[in-house]
């Protein structure tokens, strides 16, 4: 427990000056509070024996001080945790995002069982791509769960022991029996509670979060393929699927329910004996003689009954705590799957990542069967030229190349931008979405890119023009639309080199071509003339103009076709042969 603790500490990269400064204004907040009870009792106590006014003044005005300081300590201990929790997330979601964009998880597609629910039987250290689902409850929930121990758990764990301390303290001045009984109440409120909270967490958590991410994900199919699944006559059995698994959940959830009920009674138990054991000392000790010289006088009677109700505000919150550290555990140890060479995680097969790939000098073929899938090998060069094309098979690894090439599984190449086939289209204006590539774009700019692109029809029938809101994103357009408003965005983008990925999917036959043949011809006017594109297609025109062309064999061979006529640099290129990036 202790090394999960300490590696949420260092994924959340917390402030050790930040979360003392939360800790000493909750020490403050219910140290008031401790306070205030103690100095209320006696100051009850000694009105009793109506002394004149003037004696009472001091504590008068320091039971509101302690009044009013309870409050204002408490607001400021919530903004300070709040503002470590936040930052915390904000720094744990940025390291996961890009533990994400490193890792190529993705690329694996592991042999399973088409009727097994369990994607378990996959090789031993292969790893097993996520699902969506998968993904929005390690990148959402997940996170949450982790930010919430700062609020949750480090905070009032250490004003809680610090309080329990001092009212342990306060009390064996007044008599030691008493303090011990206190001691013990608030152990069982502390420990125990606690202790039987995160049993009844730790069991739902193992039954409860594997149901409700399997939930999350088949709703999500359900939500993206309905369509597909009706067409099918599937529809019915995946509606039953994600109810199935909901049902597990609660039932998992009721189980646990019965360790959580002790949880919550533990806490008022140990009160009620800490104040009897204390009432019960307080009067064998007060006695006949209570009050007289050397005796324990009415004041400190009263405080040794009611300050152990005050006692329990600190440890009232472990319980809970207990329950959100169990859950951010398991949180953690799902976020590990992120981290390369974890058992269940992203690492590369080893013997994978030592393949590299076989070049014969005659066509320059290279094997990418293994190498398109690991991060560490070999890759074929970016060929020289202004239009270069990319064929092949689908899993052949053509878009693998492509990210290889933009530095997505390494370091990022400047002015080198990957355009993915399934790019997302987000429910904002059409102008928005473009802007996507370039903060700065103008709705003039935007137009001239949609209508370059074929979507002049489209767009004269928009009721606001390229501010007209796409609403549900994807949804509101066709498929083709939707591959032409993707390809206007990369134009419209800064970069230098282009590498799209199908971007003349879903189009019909003849103009799809045409598209295709515009992109590959330098003279067309689609693309400037200094700027490098690459295609990647599976329909590649007869009459292309393009300079070179990769083609990958469905066993992963790569042979590089060049043309036969000046490249942009001055010279000539000869057929079957690979050069680096361009850099002219």
Not at 235 to 252: N, P, Q
Not at 505 to 525: F, I, K, M, T, Y
Request: with cysteine; net charge neutral.
């Amino acid at each position: 427990m202790f090394d999960d603790l300490r590696r949420m500490w260092t994924l959340l990269e917390l402030s050790r000056g930040r979360v003392a400064v939360a800790i000493g204004w909750g020490v403050l907040a219910l140290g008031s509070g401790l306070g205030l009870a103690a100095l209320a009792a006696w100051l009850i106590a000694r009105a009793w024996q109506m002394p004149p006014v003037l004696d009472l003044s001091i504590a008068v005005v320091a039971v509101r001080a302690l009044g009013i300081s309870r409050g204002l300590c408490r607001y400021l201990e919530r903004l300070a945790t709040h503002d470590v929790a936040l930052r915390a997330m904000m720094t744990a979601r940025t390291t996961v995002y890009r533990t994400l964009a490193r890792s190529d998880f993705w690329l694996r597609r592991p042999q399973v069982s088409p009727s097994a629910d369990d994607r378990s039987d996959a090789p031993a250290g292969e790893m097993k791509p996520p699902r969506r689902g998968d993904l929005l409850v390690r990148v959402s929930s997940d996170i949450d769960d982790l930010g919430a121990v700062v609020v949750r758990v480090f905070v009032p764990v250490a004003v809680a022991l610090v309080l329990s301390v001092a009212a342990v303290a306060l009390l064996a001045t007044i008599s030691p029996p008493a303090a011990a009984i206190l001691a013990g109440a608030l152990a069982l409120s502390g420990v125990v509670a606690p202790w039987l909270s995160a049993a009844a967490a730790s069991e739902a958590e193992r039954a409860v979060r594997a149901d409700r991410a399997e939930f999350t994900a088949r709703a999500l199919t359900v939500l993206d393929h309905a369509a597909e699944l009706r067409v099918a006559g599937r529809l019915d059995a995946a509606l039953g699927a994600a109810a199935a698994a909901s049902r597990r959940a609660v039932t998992a959830e009721d189980r646990a329910a019965w360790r959580s009920a002790w949880s919550a009674a533990a806490t008022p138990l140990s009160i009620g004996v800490a104040v009897l054991g204390a009432l019960l000392i307080g009067i064998t000790v007060y006695g006949p003689d209570g009050g007289t010289t050397g005796a324990m006088t009415p004041m400190a009677l009263v405080v040794l009954v009611l300050l152990p109700l005050s006692a329990f505000e600190a440890v009232g919150p472990l319980p809970a705590a207990a329950q959100a550290l169990t859950t951010a555990r398991a949180a953690l140890h799902r976020l590990d799957d992120f981290e390369p060479g974890s058992p269940t995680g992203t690492a590369t097969n080893s013997s994978a990542s030592q393949v590299g790939y076989e070049s014969q000098q005659e066509g320059r073929r290279t094997n990418l069967a293994d190498s398109a899938r690991a991060l560490g090998a070999r890759v074929p060069e970016l060929p020289r030229g202004r239009r270069i094309v990319v064929a092949g098979p689908s899993g052949a690894g053509k878009t693998t190349l492509l990210m290889k090439w933009a530095g997505m599984f390494d370091t990022p190449r400047p002015g080198v931008t990957f355009f993915a086939e399934d790019a997302h289209l987000f429910g904002t204006s059409v102008l928005e979405n473009l802007r996507v590539a370039r903060g700065d774009l103008t709705a003039e700019e935007a137009e001239k890119a949609l209508r370059t692109v074929g979507l002049a029809d489209w767009l004269d029938g928009l009721p606001e023009g390229v501010h007209t809101d796409l609403a549900g994103g994807a949804a509101a357009v066709s498929g083709g639309q939707r591959r032409r408003i993707l390809l206007a965005r990369a134009l419209v983008s800064p970069a230098r080199v282009l590498l799209l990925d199908e971007p003349t999917e879903h189009l019909e036959a003849a103009p799809g071509a045409q598209l295709l043949r515009d992109l590959l011809d330098v003279d067309s006017g689609l693309v400037e003339t200094d700027r490098i594109v690459v295609v990647v297609t599976h329909q590649l025109p007869e009459d292309h103009q393009a300079d070179a062309v990769l083609r990958i064999t469905a066993s992963g061979l790569v042979a590089t076709e060049f043309a036969a006529r000046a490249t942009p640099c001055g010279g000539t290129d000869s057929a079957h042969r690979e050069i680096p990036l361009p850099s002219c």
